[in-house]
């Protein structure tokens, strides 16, 4: 139980810590995934696509929480923002991420 709270206890309380920052739920699923059903308020901006918006992301000047069907996609994002000086952490997958919210 010590390693389960580790690894998700530690995650919740980041996903506080950036959302008493304000921070921006960025959905990385396709467009199509998204529209059947979304995190209210997250902006959609599918994986194939990050690199292509790093520079309107940092715009936002805040921090960032991925999220995707599973967690796999939203993670490879959260290391494409982190590794472009974008403060990110991966939320895992969106209905989880919902109730997290």
């Not at 996903?15 to 059947?36: L, M, Q, W």
Request: aromatic share 6%; net charge positive.
């Amino acid at each position: 139980m010590g390693l389960f709270n580790f690894l998700f206890g530690n995650k919740n309380n980041m996903i506080n810590d950036f959302k008493t920052r304000g921070a921006v739920v960025i959905d990385v699923r396709t467009v199509n995934e998204y529209s059947k059903g979304a995190i209210p308020g997250s902006k959609n901006i599918p994986l194939q696509t990050i690199n292509a918006k790093i520079a309107e992301i940092k715009k936002l000047n805040k921090p960032v929480i991925t999220c995707c069907v599973s967690g796999m996609r939203s993670g490879s994002a959260a290391s494409i923002l982190n590794s472009n000086g974008i403060e990110a952490i991966n939320g895992g997958g969106w209905t989880s991420l919902r109730n997290k919210l």
